[in-house]
């Protein structure tokens, strides 16, 4: 079953201007279902004119407005939960349960956005000159470019679309080439929304689609989460136009697991971390650094826990604990990482080939065992179901190999030590700590990556404000 889909711009589905299309597969067969447009410069420019043009109207509205809106898009979101899990499992491979999960995160996360619509507050302060008042008004940036990656390429949509509209920005999308059918059966939702034409706008496409947003003159905010070296290309082309970035990059998130941990509780959470996704999340454990004492019980533990998974087409078997690589491309990624690792000196404890589950995109559940920092596999991102676990003879020397990274997205640490657990959290420089659990950041906290994992970040009070700027106004009274 294919379907076909137009891109959404000031209100309609119109007919494309280009004829091009890009395929859509199903990563666990690696069969057709679907084509999205891949739309040229003029189609990039009609979604921005439309965006631009009803930006102020939108702005002017009563914030409280703009918020009604979001809640009835988040209504129509949980009114389709079942049919829209399913088709992000078709289209991205991840099983059903994690499907639904992002469904429902999905509809919490933009009534949340909408919650912020009477908590939206400026500052007055005090003025050097007599019969002054100087206001600090918060305002909308205006057009914002949302450029998404595939990983939860539904839940992306909203962790750009709700902050942006409830500040009084309009938006154009542009979902990843991989996995573009769920944010056009999103756009199919927003339609019977009644939202006023141009303030959300589709347009399907590839790096070249991405491209011509990113260095379009009308767009004020490009808000982008993706790899690091996209995220290179894009301030690139913004930087033509002065555009404000705000970048959600990748990461090699450190797991330090000290001999005071409970064992089972970290073995589990770095297990879950690893699987989730089937490892291509942003924010799980990429490297494990094992305090010596309790490193041969900790990779047991995790060894048999990766050897009980169960993989293979999540909508052939609900019952499998893991889905396919997202692409092709992706499962060589991940099957050349291993090799070179094993070239590099790491041993296999599990795992290490592609699997055979009929066609798909599908590889075993791996761990690797005495890895150094020297090696590939510890210092790029892999995004597979790989876990590779290095010794580490006390806390500091963890800290030193999970700090010396490009990355510094998000890091962990297992110990029952208070003490050692404060001095992890004061010495690791990342912009998130997890504490003897691992993966999924709060709403209202606040995501955001050090170093070449981003600039600026999203969630809560924080993300909601990089939607907007200061504009300071002079008051002169008699
Ligand atoms: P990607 O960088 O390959 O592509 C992301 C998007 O950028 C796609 O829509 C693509 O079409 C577009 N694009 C590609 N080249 C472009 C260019 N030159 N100009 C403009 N747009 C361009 O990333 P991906 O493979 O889709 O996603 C996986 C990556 O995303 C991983 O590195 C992961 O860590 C990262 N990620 C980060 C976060 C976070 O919150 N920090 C969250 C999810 C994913």
């Not at 898009?73 to 992002?102: C, F, H, M, P, Y």
């Not at 909203?158 to 080439?177: D, F, W």
Request: proline share 4%; with cysteine.
């Amino acid at each position: 079953m294919t379907k076909d889909y137009h891109n959404f711009i000031n209100g309609t589905f119109g007919k494309q201007a280009s004829t091009a299309l890009l395929e859509v597969l199903n990563p666990a067969t690696n069969e057709t279902i679907g084509h999205v447009p891949n739309s040229s410069r003029a189609e990039v420019d009609a979604a921005v004119a439309a965006a631009k043009e009803a930006q102020t109207g939108w702005e002017r509205l009563p914030p409280i407005h703009r918020a009604g809106y979001l809640r009835k898009i988040s209504k129509k979101v949980r009114d389709n939960k079942e049919r829209l899990a399913e088709l992000i499992t078709r289209e991205q491979g991840k099983v059903l349960g994690l499907a639904q999960v992002e469904v429902d995160f999905t509809a919490d996360y933009i009534d949340y956005m909408a919650e912020w619509a009477r908590r939206i507050e400026g500052e007055v302060i005090t003025s050097d000159r007599p019969n002054e008042t100087i206001l600090l008004l918060r305002k909308a940036v205006g057009v914002i470019a949302g450029i998404l990656p595939w990983n939860f390429p539904f839940f992306l949509i909203a962790r750009k679309l709700a902050p942006a509209l409830v500040a009084g920005n309009t938006i154009v999308i542009k979902p990843s080439e991989e996995t573009p059918l769920n944010a056009f059966a999103f756009a199919e939702l927003v339609a019977e929304c009644d939202l006023p034409p141009g303030v959300f706008n589709l347009v399907g496409g590839s790096r070249e689609t991405g491209a011509a947003l990113a260095g379009h003159r009308d767009v004020n905010l490009v808000s982008f989460t993706g790899s690091v070296g996209t995220g290179v290309h894009i301030m690139r082309a913004a930087a033509e136009n002065l555009t404000r970035v705000n970048l959600e990059l990748g990461g090699k998130a450190p797991a330090i697991v000290l001999a005071s941990a409970d064992l089972n509780l970290a073995a589990n959470a770095v297990y879950q971390s690893r699987i989730l996704n089937s490892g291509q999340v942003c924010n799980c454990a990429e490297r494990v650094y094992v305090e010596r004492p309790v490193l041969q019980a900790f990779t047991d533990k995790v060894v048999a826990l990766m050897k009980s998974t169960t993989y293979g087409d999540p909508l052939k078997d609900r019952s499998v604990s893991m889905g396919p690589l997202v692409s092709a491309a992706q499962l060589a990624k991940v099957a050349s990482a291993v090799e070179l690792a094993r070239t590099q000196g790491a041993q296999l404890a599990l795992g290490g080939k592609i699997a055979d589950r009929g066609g798909g995109n599908h590889y075993e559940p791996t761990v690797l065992v005495d890895c150094n920092h020297d090696m590939e596999i510890m210092r790029t991102e892999t995004f597979g179901p790989v876990l590779p676990i290095q010794a580490i003879d006390s806390l500091d020397e963890g800290i030193r190999y999970a700090n010396d990274s490009e990355y510094g997205l998000t890091s962990s640490i297992f110990s029952n030590d208070l003490n050692a657990v404060m001095h992890a959290c004061r010495e690791l420089k990342f912009g998130e700590t997890y504490v003897n659990r691992e993966h999924f950041e709060a709403m209202q906290g606040f995501h955001a990556g050090r170093r070449k994992s981003g600039i600026g970040g999203a969630d809560g009070k924080h993300g909601l404000y990089e939607y907007m700027e200061t504009q300071v106004v002079y008051l002169q009274t008699k």
